[in-house]
């Protein structure tokens, strides 16, 4: 079956715009995870969806982010106002229930705001 | 705050050698431990997932070892392949019901032919 997939692959902006990321998980799971990861550094967890809702939205960095998952199957991350340290591949996971042990990866978006 | 540490930050071998990947971690009360692979423009691929109670997992050429209370783990790969060449993570789960993991910087390896 499909894996976990991510639109569009890579995103180029201008500081200052707004931009959509959008995540299709894997079929049937209920459990979505969005992580960042700058250059040379690892993931850096950003939000948790258990079905429609946010879980643990602990690690989005300022009030310019912002997820939603209305339908609890495709989820978009929001940035408003991007700045350029918002440049970073940003990676969605999802996994079948809440608490099951296996995250399965997209392969990313590769955003750069210039 | 969990920090997650990896040592060391790149490695480069010749094909067919033994090598070791190290992973620390600050805070034990960790459910489990997950090593990933990264292969370039590539998402995150589970190697091998340890359990707390656990002290060791193996699959194939890979085998990851756990020790909790020093808050180490390790990753064995053997005979070592140039299609082994990735940047490898290891992540921990914490105690406490987040599902978020916390991941260390990666140790980039290169196998040469």
């Known amino acids: 079956g499909a894996g976990v997939s991510q639109t569009p692959s890579n995103k180029v902006t201008e500081k200052g715009k707004y931009v959509e990321l959008r995540c299709d998980p894997i079929?049937?799971?209920?459990?979505l995870y969005w992580y960042r990861q700058s250059l040379g550094q690892g993931p850096e967890f950003l939000i948790y969806?258990?079905?429609?809702?946010?879980?643990?939205d602990s690690g989005l960095p300022n009030d310019r982010f912002f997820a939603v998952r209305p339908e609890g199957s495709v989820s978009t991350l929001k940035i408003q106002r991007t700045e350029r340290g918002d440049s970073a591949v940003y990676l969605c996971a999802s996994s079948l229930i809440s608490g099951a042990d296996t995250q399965y990866f997209g392969p990313g978006t590769r955003l750069t705001v210039l | 705050k969990q920090e997650v540490t990896q040592i060391p930050a790149a490695l480069s071998v010749p094909e067919g050698e033994n090598l070791v990947l190290n992973c620390s971690f600050t805070d034990s009360a960790i459910y489990n431990l997950q090593w990933f692979r990264q292969d370039p423009g590539k998402g995150l691929t589970s190697l091998l997932l340890?359990?707390?109670?656990?002290r060791e997992q193996t699959s194939g050429r890979l085998n990851a070892s756990l020790d909790k209370s020093s808050g180490r783990s390790t990753l064995y790969i053997a005979a070592s392949q140039p299609g082994d060449s990735a940047t490898y993570l290891c992540?921990?789960?914490?105690?406490?019901?987040?599902?978020?993991?916390?991941f260390g910087k990666g140790t980039k390896l290169t196998v040469n032919p």
């Open positions: 992540a921990v789960r914490q105690v406490g019901g987040s599902e978020k993991l916390v």
């Open positions: 079929s049937g799971h209920t459990a």
């Open positions: 340890i359990q707390s109670s656990q």
């Open positions: 969806f258990q079905g429609t809702g946010a879980a643990d």
